[in-house]
């Protein structure tokens, strides 16, 4: 088997973390797609929020196309998979992200997406600060429901998040428990190896 390239995708509040931590524990190299966006929030010196954040995303994607974000991680994607290693890319947002790497990676990607509903999303969105505490990779952050939706919206609308999400490999339903959760990751890791 060769080293497969996991993308994650689903909307702010799905599980992408919860999921993207089984496959770390699992041996998968990790890489945070969003991560340029808030590196570059604080190259400018901005307080990371969603205000601060969307023009930046808005920009790369200005600049690099809508597989901006796919294009920009490529080179580290390259370098782990070069070392033999499988790897999770956490936060494949764009239609046209996916159509990128599936056109470099075809067969050894796949795509695992992580849904939740609104409701459930938001709730836990607005009790991640109490939840997780202090976080200073921001992989954890909290938003208010309107900053949720504003941010679902902006997503579906702009950046064609839907598309991944639509035509994923594996779609895991985040509305229980975390050990429903996991029970599910496990699956779709052993289906994944054995394919």
Known sequence: MENKLVCIAGLCGAGKSEVANKFI???YAYV??????LDEVKNRGLEPKEENEKPIREEFRKKHGMAAFAILNMPKLDELLAQGKNVLGDGLYSWSEYKALKE???????????YASPKTRYARLADRRSRYG??????????SPEEAKSRDYAEIENIEKGGPIAIADFT?????TIGE??????EVLEKISNS
């Open 181 to 186: 959760l996991n029970k599910q990751v496990e």
């Open 134 to 143: 202090d976080d200073p990779n921001m992989k954890y952050r909290s938003f």
């Open 104 to 114: 470099k990676y075809g067969d050894n990607l796949v795509v695992v997406a992580v």
């Open 32 to 37: 945070r797609f969003g991560q340029i966006t």
């Open 172 to 176: 895991i339903v985040n509305e229980g």
């Open 25 to 27: 524990e699992a041996g």
